[in-house]
């Protein structure tokens, strides 16, 4: 498996607050991190490509720039700029962000964060305009919903600022520890990460440093439903067994055999799978992020599984997709009702978003006949070359058409 994905987009806006060289090991090679790369560079941060998965930003003469409309409308977490522009220059002129639609998407709750360390913050004529009179300072923040992206956000304005950070009810999926481990490397002082209290006492400067970005929970947690769906064996490498226990035993109750080992998990399908009833919540808890991956298994699960999304407000646009395919499924609000198929049959279908993209892709290596999908634009944002490991494991899969043969290799 690849580096994590929501690791390396919030590690490579925190590299702006470093005062020195981030030596960055384990980046994964995708369309979101190449985006977040350009972004950088705009600020005059310099990147420099080391090997295939380790790259240097220097980012000690970036200045403060308006970040383009252009970049930032294609991913959501370009949002991280308005932390780290801020802590490092006391100003940030941010386009409120893009990425995948599953509805509303506010960022209500980094805003209050930002102005609770002393920030105004202004959204107008497109721009979210924060600023702070001199450098920030700690203060305590109560999120009131559990948000990856604030407490993301609220870490890299507070890592600089005067004095201590308390984050309440902050997220505990595996990147934001993974955030503040970068941080620490650097020289920041971040205690709690991974519980829902993160304090952050600021220190005057971030030095530089080597760091090794975790392995993607969800590109593995997608492979093992791709085996739950298929059925058959494969042992998925490099990756935190621990990240994956929620989707392990969600598979295991479906009748998908998991092992652990330290550094793998071999996952093994050989009877039809059972129903099973899927909560979505933040971690630990089972990933929204995996949601529309599961679903493509449980459609061809014996009986009748009920789906929750228990994040988003409207992340079940795939299902129309599946649907084309045989599936039988059932949206009501937040809620799925899923009734099994013994199979599905191939059809021309479109991925609306990554993750949606990637279940698209869990459903056809399952279906019967050849699928056709159209818009893997998406997948390319999140998955590092997903059509050669399916490969491996002995898929027939091949991209016809590459959406952005470029965009694949990191900007220079
Ligand atoms: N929310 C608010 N106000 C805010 C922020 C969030 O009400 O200010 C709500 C959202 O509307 C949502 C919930 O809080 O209902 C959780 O949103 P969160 O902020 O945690 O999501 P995010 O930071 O925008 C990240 C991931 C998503 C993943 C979610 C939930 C990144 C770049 N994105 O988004 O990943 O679904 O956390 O785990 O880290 C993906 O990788 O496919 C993806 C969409």
């Not at 009131?144 to 507070?158: K, W």
């Not at 494969?234 to 330290?262: C, F, Q, T, W």
């Not at 409207?314 to 299902?319: A, C, G």
Request: charged share 20%; with cysteine.
């Amino acid at each position: 498996m690849s580096g994590a994905k929501n690791a390396a987009v919030a590690i490579i806006p925190a590299a702006l607050l470093v005062d020195g060289v981030c030596r960055i090991e384990n980046i994964p090679k995708i369309n979101d991190v190449t985006l977040m790369l350009e972004i950088v560079q705009e600020m005059g941060g310099q990147v420099r490509l080391l090997d295939d998965t380790t790259l240097e930003i220097d980012a000690r003469h970036a200045q403060n720039a308006r970040v383009p409309y252009d970049l930032v409308r294609r991913i959501r977490a370009s949002c991280y700029y308005i932390g780290s522009l801020l802590s490092r220059f006391g100003a940030a002129q941010v386009p409120p962000p893009g990425g995948c639609d599953f509805g509303v998407r506010p960022i209500d709750q980094h805003i209050k964060g930002f102005e609770a360390l002393g920030a105004s913050v202004e959204v107008r004529g497109g721009f979210v305009y924060a600023r702070s009179p001199g450098r920030l300072t700690g203060s305590v923040v109560y999120l009131d919903v559990v948000s990856v992206g604030a407490t993301v956000n609220i870490m890299l304005a507070a890592a600089l600022a005067e004095g201590q950070t308390v984050i309440e009810n902050a997220a505990k999926e595996p990147h934001i520890v993974d955030l503040a481990n970068f941080l620490n490397a650097m020289g920041a002082n971040i205690k709690g990460a991974g519980t829902d209290v993160i304090k952050i006492r600021g220190v005057p400067r971030l030095a530089g440093g080597s760091y090794t970005i975790i392995p993607d929970q969800i590109e593995a947690g997608t492979y093992m439903t791709a085996v739950a769906s298929a059925g058959g064996e494969a042992l998925i490498r490099n990756v935190i067994p621990k990240h994956l226990d929620g989707i392990s035993a969600k598979l295991m109750e479906m009748g998908v055999e998991v092992e652990e080992y330290d550094d793998a998990v071999l996952v093994r399908r050989r009877g039809r799978l059972r129903r099973a009833n899927v909560k979505t919540q933040p971690y630990p808890g089972f990933p929204t992020d995996m949601q529309p991956q599961i679903a493509a298994c449980l459609v061809r699960a014996e009986g009748t599984s009920v789906i929750t999304e228990g994040v988003w407000d409207n992340r079940y646009r795939y299902v129309d997709e599946l649907a084309r395919m045989g599936a039988q499924i059932q949206v009501d609000g937040k809620v799925a009702v899923v009734e099994g198929v013994p199979h599905l049959t191939g059809a021309p279908v479109r991925a609306c978003d990554l993750r949606a993209g990637a279940a698209l892709v869990v459903a056809a290596l399952a279906a019967q006949g050849v699928t056709v999908i159209d818009g893997v634009h998406h997948i390319e944002r999140g998955y590092e070359a997903m059509v050669r490991k399916l490969q491996g494991l002995g898929a027939e899969i091949r991209c016809r058409e590459l959406p952005d043969a470029d965009a694949m290799s990191f900007a220079q």
